[in-house]
């Protein structure tokens, strides 16, 4: 029996799309806050805002993104976010004050909350409910592969051409991302037909979030806690300890892994279900994060992001994918916005949080002490889901049977 095709042309622009979205995302999450204390003359606290404020607004413009989408369509929607994105990229020449870079941080943080809305919810419609584990792997791995291209390209940009080159290049991939945006071909469904048929929803806060998705979106949140800290100290870390020049290789090791276990941690989802590729992903984030409070080595520090890399580098996407099957099918925008929105709050207070404990018992102690903190996330991860994995399953098969 043939498998249905992944590898469609709309699911490789809208990929292409979302690697650009978020080479971008981390290409300016590395360098603004230099160039706000270097050019802006912005003081430390000044330079957390860039992140903070962006990521508020994307939090913000999620939930109206997933009813914008079941409203007029995605397309219209990704293709406005990705102008937006584009024309946020072109402003940064401008802002010579904190203010107005801050201003254009919150403007440019919506449409990225709108793109990523909209990219993730077009993503889960294209891949076929056979292999939506493995689609949602590879769409991950795009998010990943961002995350280690983006900060590497801005700091060697930033550093040997200069901060006009840098904003140049960046206004590039913003452009690249509409050009990719424009390969994607969605089926046409009458706007009007599809409101008339559906019944009319009340307001309120619940129209804007999927409720079946929110259990689901904690964990993920929950784990983000913990991953804020690596995205955000391992770099100070490794310098700490004298592994400088490893640390410029940590996420690359992190990638590799990625691009190898890939191919088979998403079908296995798919195969034998979410726990099996869950429980695993989880004890080996554990192992990673114990191996990093403890390195002494480049070996051993490399090794942990290997392990990171295959815990929670397999466990964001099949977690995605979790909160996206949850969801009636036409609620899928919904549940998108609804997971991203929630991790992206969990990511942002653990910055936060972790930002103040690091400096009273530094950052060994911090890696050591939120091992423990993945380790209780198994238990998280058991009463919020993981006893009703079953369900899961019977519910796609509903899903499949409803369309």
């Known amino acids: 029996m043939n498998k249905p095709r992944l590898w469609t042309k709309n699911f490789i622009g809208i990929s292409i799309a979302n690697f650009l979205v ?30 903070t404020t962006f990521l508020i607004a994307a939090i913000l413009s999620r939930p109206f993104a997933g009813r914008w989408i079941e409203k ?42 709108m ?16 292999r ?12 990943n592969l961002g995350m280690v291209i983006g900060p590497f390209l801005g700091l060697t940009v930033m550093q040997q051409l200069g901060t006009n080159v840098m904003f140049t290049v960046n206004a590039i991939c913003a452009v690249l991302a509409i050009m990719a945006g424009l390969l994607i071909r969605l089926p046409k469904k009458s706007i009007a037909t599809k ?5 009319k929803r009340t307001g309120g806060i619940k129209s804007l979030f999927e409720m079946s998705a929110i259990p689901i979106s904690l964990v993920a949140a929950f784990f983000g806690l913990v991953y804020s800290s690596i995205i955000s100290f391992v770099s100070i870390y490794a310098k700490e300890i004298g592994l400088v ?69 397999t466990a964001f996407p099949s977690l995605q994918t979790i909160a996206i099957q949850l969801a009636p099918p ?20 653990g910055s936060l949080i972790f930002g103040m404990v690091v400096t009273g018992i530094g950052h060994s102690a911090l890696y050591f002490y939120s091992t423990f903190l993945v380790l209780i996330g198994l238990a998280v991860y058991y009463f919020l889901h993981g006893r ?14 409803a369309s």
């Open 115 to 130: 793109a990523t809305t909209a990219i993730g919810t077009i993503v889960a419609d294209l891949i076929p409910d056979s």
């Open 195 to 199: 409101m008339a048929m559906e019944p």
């Open 245 to 313: 020049e490893a640390a410029s290789y940590f996420f690359i090791v992190y990638a590799v892994v990625l691009l190898l276990s890939r191919p088979f941690t998403g079908k296995w989802f798919d195969q034998y279900g979410a726990n099996v590729i869950i429980y695993p992903s989880i004890l080996c984030f554990a192992i990673g994060t114990y191996l990093l409070s403890v390195s002494s080595s480049a070996f051993m520090f490399l090794l942990s992001a290997a392990l990171i890399g295959l815990g929670w580098g």
């Open 388 to 401: 009703n994995n079953l369900p899961l399953k019977n519910k796609v098969q509903e899903d499949q049977v």
């Open 22 to 51: 978020f080479i971008t995302f981390y290409y300016l999450l590395v360098t603004l806050p230099i160039y706000a204390l270097q050019d802006l003359n912005g003081n430390a606290i000044e330079a957390g805002l860039i992140t």
């Open 330 to 349: 036409k609620k899928r925008a919904l549940a998108t916005a609804t997971y991203l929105s929630i991790f992206d709050f969990g990511f942002g207070v």
């Open 72 to 113: 007029v369509g995605k397309f219209p929607i990704l293709m406005s976010a990705l102008l937006t994105l584009c024309l946020a990229s072109a402003l940064y020449f401008f802002p010579h004050s904190m203010t107005a870079m801050l201003i254009l941080r919150f403007c440019h943080g919506i449409g990225f909350g």
């Open 132 to 143: 939506k584990g493995e689609g949602m792997g590879y769409y991950g791995l795009t998010i």
